[in-house]
């Protein structure tokens, strides 16, 4: 596609309920991250991947989230029994090669825009 | 561990006007550093960057430089319009090493006024 696609937009779920998050990274794009960005805040590093192989998740709040990147392709972030505290923007980024480097940016989607209530 | 601080918003200025946002970094290493840009309703897209000490990124009428000595990576731009309004993020990497993550401000906000 176009662009790293993310979705739902919006998902607003009760406390205690599992939600998934999908990411479609831009075709070819081997390296793939999740952020969360809170009101007012910058994005916060979660995990990477580079291809399927999770490379690091130390940003990983706690156990009861997780991701996968089966294929190598598209992402799935899941947080098991939400708190309200879970509110937040998540974001996901691809780039095209492994590794940050200066002159393969991280090109970010529009973002999934969770409520916990 | 290394960390990005950037002035607060909202930064309210009139078209025309001259810009600054400035950003300081703690790091160890050589980091690169960025900055990326939030458009209303939009993901984050990269607007400038700098891979070392004394390199100057520009895109778009910005301008930042990368001042080891005094650990900044100020934004600016000369003369801001209306479409500029967005939230403005630093960010550093530490350019492949162990932690191969961005680290982000936490942005400004600037709202340019007719």
């Known amino acids: 596609g176009a662009g790293v696609s993310q979705s739902p937009r919006y998902k607003v779920t009760k406390r205690g309920q599992d939600v998934a998050l999908r990411c479609d990274p831009i075709?070819?794009?081997?390296?793939l991250y999740w952020y969360r960005q809170a009101l007012g805040q910058g994005p916060e590093f979660l995990t990477y991947?580079?291809?399927?192989?999770?490379?690091?998740k130390s940003g990983l709040p706690n156990d009861r989230f997780s991701a996968e990147r089966p294929e190598g392709s598209i992402s799935t972030l899941t947080i098991q029994r939400t708190e309200q505290r879970d509110s937040a923007m998540y974001r996901c980024?691809?780039?095209?090669?492994?590794?940050?480097?200066?002159?393969?940016?991280?090109?970010f989607g529009n973002g999934t825009r969770l409520t916990v209530t | 561990g290394n960390s990005v601080t950037q002035m607060e918003g909202p930064v309210t200025l009139s078209e025309e006007a001259f810009l600054t946002i400035n950003c300081t970094y703690t790091?160890?290493?050589?980091?690169?550093l960025f900055w990326y840009v939030q458009y209303p309703g939009e993901g984050l897209q990269l607007l400038l960057k700098?891979?070392?000490?004394?390199d100057k990124g520009s895109n778009k009428g910005f301008e930042a430089t990368y001042r080891k000595e005094t650990t900044s990576f100020h934004l600016e731009k000369g003369s801001v319009q209306v479409s500029d309004s967005a939230v403005y993020f630093c960010?550093?990497?530490?350019?492949?090493?162990?932690?191969?993550?961005?680290?982000f401000g936490t942005g400004t906000l600037l709202a340019v006024q007719p």
């Open positions: 075709s070819g794009h081997v390296s």
């Open positions: 980024a691809s780039s095209l090669v492994m590794g940050l480097r200066p002159d393969s940016p991280l090109h």
């Open positions: 960010a550093l990497s530490d350019g492949g090493g162990a932690t191969n993550k961005l680290i």
């Open positions: 790091a160890t290493g050589y980091p690169s």
């Open positions: 991947f580079n291809y399927e192989a999770q490379q690091d």
């Open positions: 700098a891979t070392k000490a004394d």
